[in-house]
């Protein structure tokens, strides 16, 4: 699998502020996929890109994927607890890679 | 609707012990995975099946065993558990190639 890096790995945020989790690759990636997991759950997918530069919305969620397929973010604002978790982001391939998660906490 | 269903969900292990731990899905599924999560360390992949009849191993094998059971089922077997191995396990399955996975509910080992 292609290795992915997850920058920040901690993220405390003051409920309402925006925040934004980091994904970044060495190597040109086809696709990459974005997960949260809640604490004490398991991973749960919520969006894959494809497209060089491709934006996706879900609700307060923003998701980017670079213009040149190296890397990705994923922007939410407005952060409330519901938001708590891990947020993983994986690059392709039968070997999926995770990257190490941002673990989100929120102070309300 | 079960999805992917992983038992036991919990299990405490003497070093040396051996076990399976199961994993079944009723989505039809091709390929099925196991991933060991240990803190700060996100999900490492310990060996896949992308189909029926295969597997392979992922990042990190040594210490672990799969079997590909027919479409729904892949069990991992630890045949001397050491200490390391305490983590949790998720299965997950998908459609095939670049999809995406769906995740049981983990099953969560500790070895002393």
């Known amino acids: 699998g292609q290795q992915v890096m997850q920058i920040p790995q901690y993220q405390h945020v003051q409920e309402g502020e925006d925040f934004t989790t980091y994904c970044n690759s060495s190597?040109?990636?086809?696709?990459i996929q974005w997960y949260k997991q809640r604490p004490g759950g398991h991973p749960v997918f919520l969006i894959q890109?494809?497209?060089?530069?491709e934006v996706k919305k879900q609700k307060r969620l923003t998701f980017q994927f670079g213009e040149a397929k190296k890397n990705s973010s994923l922007h939410i604002t407005a952060t409330q607890t519901t938001d708590v978790g891990t947020y993983f982001c994986?690059?392709?391939?039968?070997?999926?890679?995770f990257g190490a998660g941002t673990t989100v906490t929120v102070r309300a | 609707n079960a999805g992917v269903t992983q038992t036991p969900k919990f299990q405490v292990l003497k070093t040396g012990q051996s076990m399976t731990l199961q994993c079944a899905q009723d989505?039809?599924?091709?390929?099925m995975y196991w991933y060991r999560q240990d803190p700060g360390m996100g999900l490492r992949l310990i060996y896949y099946?992308?189909?029926?009849?295969?597997?392979d191993k992922g990042e990190v094998p040594n210490g672990y065993n799969v079997s590909r059971l027919n479409k729904r089922e892949f069990s991992l077997r630890l045949e001397s558990a050491a200490p390391s191995q305490t983590s949790v396990y998720f299965c997950?399955?998908?459609?095939?190639?670049?999809?995406?996975?769906?995740f049981g509910d983990g099953t969560r080992l500790s070895i002393l």
């Open positions: 994986a690059g392709p391939g039968y070997k999926l890679s």
């Open positions: 099946s992308a189909s029926e009849g295969t597997t």
């Open positions: 989505m039809n599924h091709n390929s």
């Open positions: 890109l494809v497209k060089s530069g």
């Open positions: 190597t040109t990636l086809s696709n």
């Open positions: 997950a399955s998908t459609t095939g190639l670049n999809q995406p996975q769906h």
